[in-house]
C-alpha cells in the first residue's frame, strides 16, 4: 500500500516575511544586550555627593611625575588609588560624572590622593585621530603648574561635559586651551596647551601607562593597593578607598 501524499505544498517565504522576522531577530538581540549591560553594571546611576563639584581646597595639589602620572591630594595621605583613564572614553566619563565629586571631596578632606595614568589607544576613533593624546598633553600642561583645585576642574570637565563623543569631532589645542584658563590654570599652562609643548611627552607617557596595565587593558581601571575595583557594581568603592 502506497503512503497516502499531502496536498500542501510548501510556499518560499516573502522577502517581507524575511525582513520582518529578521527585525525581530534583532530587537531581541538588542534587548538582550541591553540586559546583560544592565545586569553587568549593577549598582547605581545616582550621582554620589552632587552638588560637590571638583576639588577646591587651595591645599590640595598637583605634580606631574617622570613616568606621566598625574598626582593629586594633600601631603601625607595614607590611602593613594590608581585610576587608568582614555580621555575619549565613554565609561570613563560615566564614572566621573557618577564619583567625581565623591572622589574631589575626599581629596580635599585628605583621606585620598588619585594618581591618574592615561592611555591613548581611542585616538583613532577620535575626529582628528590624535584627540586623546593632546587632551594628555593639555593634562600634563595644567598639572605641572600644581595648581590642585584647578586641575580637577579641568580633568572633571573633560570627562563630563566637555568630553567629546567617539567617532565624531573633537576640541582642537586652542579649545582644551579655553576649557583650562576656564578651570583656571595658569597663563603658563593655557600657552603650554596651545603650543602642545607636552605632545611627545604626553604620548610616550600613555604608552608606558598602557604597558603597565598589561592584560588589564581597558579603561576605566581603578587599582586600590594593587587590586581591580569594579566601579560600576561596588557604589561604595571611593569610600572604601579612603578608609
Not at 568630553?163 to 586651551?177: F, I, M, R, V, W
Not at 603650543?195 to 600613555?206: F, G, T, W, Y
Not at 598589561?214 to 572604601?240: C, E, H, Q, S
Request: proline share 5%.
Amino acid at each position: 500500500m502506497s503512503k497516502p501524499t499531502s496536498k500542501h505544498t510548501p510556499q518560499p517565504v516573502s522577502s517581507k516575511t524575511t525582513y520582518a522576522l529578521g527585525a525581530v531577530a534583532v530587537a531581541v538581540l538588542l534587548l538582550i544586550v541591553f540586559a546583560v549591560y544592565q545586569w553587568n553594571r549593577g549598582g547605581s546611576d545616582e550621582v554620589r555627593n552632587d552638588g560637590y563639584g571638583s576639588s577646591h581646597d587651595p591645599a590640595v595639589s598637583v605634580a606631574l611625575d617622570s613616568d606621566g602620572a598625574i598626582v593629586i591630594g594633600k601631603p601625607n595621605v595614607a590611602k593613594t588609588i590608581d585610576v587608568y583613564e582614555d580621555p575619549l572614553c565613554p565609561a570613563c566619563g560615566l564614572m566621573e560624572k557618577t564619583y567625581g565629586q565623591e572622589i574631589a571631596q575626599q581629596v580635599d578632606q585628605g583621606k585620598l590622593t588619585v594618581r591618574y595614568r592615561m592611555v591613548n589607544f581611542l585616538d583613532r576613533s577620535s575626529g582628528s585621530k590624535d584627540y586623546s593624546t593632546r587632551a594628555i598633553a593639555a593634562n600634563e600642561c595644567v598639572a605641572q603648574a600644581g595648581d590642585g583645585p584647578a586641575y580637577s576642574k579641568f580633568h572633571a570637565l573633560l570627562f563630563t561635559t566637555k568630553q567629546p563623543s567617539e567617532g565624531g569631532s573633537d576640541h582642537d589645542n586652542k579649545e582644551l586651551a579655553a576649557i583650562a584658563k576656564e578651570s583656571g590654570a595658569s597663563d603658563d599652562a593655557v600657552t603650554c596647551i596651545t603650543k602642545a609643548d607636552r605632545l611627545d611627552p604626553a604620548r610616550n607617557h600613555a604608552e608606558a601607562a598602557l604597558k603597565s596595565l598589561g592584560d588589564r587593558a581597558a579603561t576605566p581601571t581603578v587599582l586600590i593597593d594593587g587590586k581591580k575595583v569594579d566601579v560600576f557594581k561596588d557604589t561604595d568603592w571611593v569610600l572604601n578607598a579612603s578608609k
